[in-house]
Antibody
Framework: QVQLQESGPGLVEPSGTLSLTCVVS?????????WTWVRQPPGKGLEWIGE???????AYHPSFKGRVTILIDKSKNQFSLNLNSMTAADTAVYYC????????????WGQGTLVTVSS | EIVLTQSPATLSLSPGERATLSCRAS????????LAWLQQKPGQAPRLLIF???NRATGIPDRFSGSGSGTDFTLTISTLEPEDFAVYYC???????????FGQGTKLEIK
């Protein structure tokens, strides 16, 4: 049974950089999955940020391009999200997920971590 | 870019009733395999219910079913259980290159 666990700061200053990690247990980040980040502003819907397969380049939603990076660390069996130039609009619950090839959706999710952008 | 519109925004039903949730795409979806449905309860992560428009994810009860093609997709819950009251999202793959969009959600509430 795969488990995903997000970790990172709950508070980021405006113009700062968010760095989140998703630790994967019960599976390998070198398996055939797309490791994914999705966020949800308080009281709002879901927003896809991007994904990465261990053999391919990361893909990002155009609205984040230029300020987002998703990396995989095989040695630690985890993947990460870096989002810079943070503003209040980036305040959200950030989820990591695992999307099997051919599913076009995440079949496993972390519990989510709330990130607030504020000084 | 394709936009997903879910209806109704809120659906009020009682346990034991049948629920029909709609997800309409602004353009025809080339491959139905790209459409998924998720359930989200308050304070919880989303949960995958249906992938490929009509395939139940692992562990999902058979009262959940998905159908549709082109621009119109439907999630049906045949007989509502108390634990089914939640927000439901449809999700669509728009790539290549990889990109996804979500509908705005339908809140299924107890009448």
């Amino acid at each position: 049974q795969v488990q995903l666990q997000e970790s990172g700061p709950g508070l980021v200053e405006p113009s700062g950089t968010l760095s989140l990690t998703c630790v994967v247990s019960g599976d390998s980040v070198s398996s055939d999955y797309w490791w994914t980040w999705v966020r949800q502003p308080p009281g709002k819907g879901l927003e896809w940020i991007g994904e990465k397969h261990h053999t391919l380049s990361a893909a990002y939603h155009p609205s984040f391009k230029g300020r987002v990076t998703i990396l995989i660390d095989k040695s630690k069996n985890q993947f990460s999200l870096n989002l810079n130039s943070m503003t209040a609009a980036d305040t959200a619950v950030y989820y990591c997920g695992r999307a099997p090839g051919g599913y076009y959706a995440c079949d496993s999710w972390g519990q989510g971590t709330l990130v607030t952008v504020s000084s | 870019e394709i936009v997903l519109t879910q209806s109704p925004a809120t659906l009020s039903l009682s346990p034991g009733e049948r629920a029909t949730l709609s997800c309409r795409a602004s353009q025809s979806v080339s491959r139905s395999e790209h459409l998924a449905w998720l359930q989200q309860k308050p304070g919880q992560a989303p949960r995958l219910l249906i992938f490929g428009a009509s395939n139940r994810a692992t562990g999902i009860p058979d009262r959940f079913s998905g159908s549709g093609s082109g621009t119109d997709f439907t999630l049906t819950i045949s007989t509502l259980e108390p634990e089914d009251f939640a927000v439901y999202y449809c999700q669509l793959y728009l790539g290549p290159p990889p990109k996804y969009t979500f509908g705005q959600g339908t809140k299924l509430e107890i009448k």
